[in-house]
Nanobody
Framework: QVQLVESGGGLVQAGGSLRLSCLTSGRTLSTFFMGWFRQAPGKERQFVAAISWSRDISYYADSVKGRFTNSSDNARNTVYLQMSSLKPEDTAVYYC????????????????WGQGTQVTVSS
């Protein structure tokens, strides 16, 4: 059974940086796609970024483009989301998720989810 575990969240001032990690453990598929989503209180889950495990496809929401960067370390079974120039509106619980079909922006297409990590950006 595949499990995803996020880490790296925390409190940071506006303009600062954080790097989120998503460790994949258990039985894994040879080819799959990872997504990052976030959810602020009272709001719908929002797409942030997605990457294929082979790293040949990477996609970002317009709100984070140029500030956030996807990467993966296949040897460590870990994907990363480097977040820079953080803004108070980036405050949310961040989730990583996995699916075996494609890079997609709709959270309903993802099968496996991590527990989430809180990111808080102060002004």
């Amino acid at each position: 059974q595949v499990q995803l575990v996020e880490s790296g969240g925390g409190l940071v001032q506006a303009g600062g940086s954080l790097r989120l990690s998503c460790l994949t453990s258990g039985r894994t598929l040879s080819t799959f796609f990872m997504g990052w989503f976030r959810q602020a209180p009272g709001k719908e889950r929002q797409f942030v970024a997605a990457i294929s495990w082979s790293r040949d496809i990477s996609y970002y929401a317009d709100s984070v483009k140029g500030r956030f960067t996807n990467s993966s370390d296949n040897a460590r079974n870990t994907v990363y989301l480097q977040m820079s120039s953080l803004k108070p509106e980036d405050t949310a619980v961040y989730y990583c998720a996995q699916n075996s079909r494609s890079v997609m922006t709709d959270y309903r297409g993802y099968d496996i989810w991590g527990q989430g990590t809180q990111v808080t950006v102060s002004s």
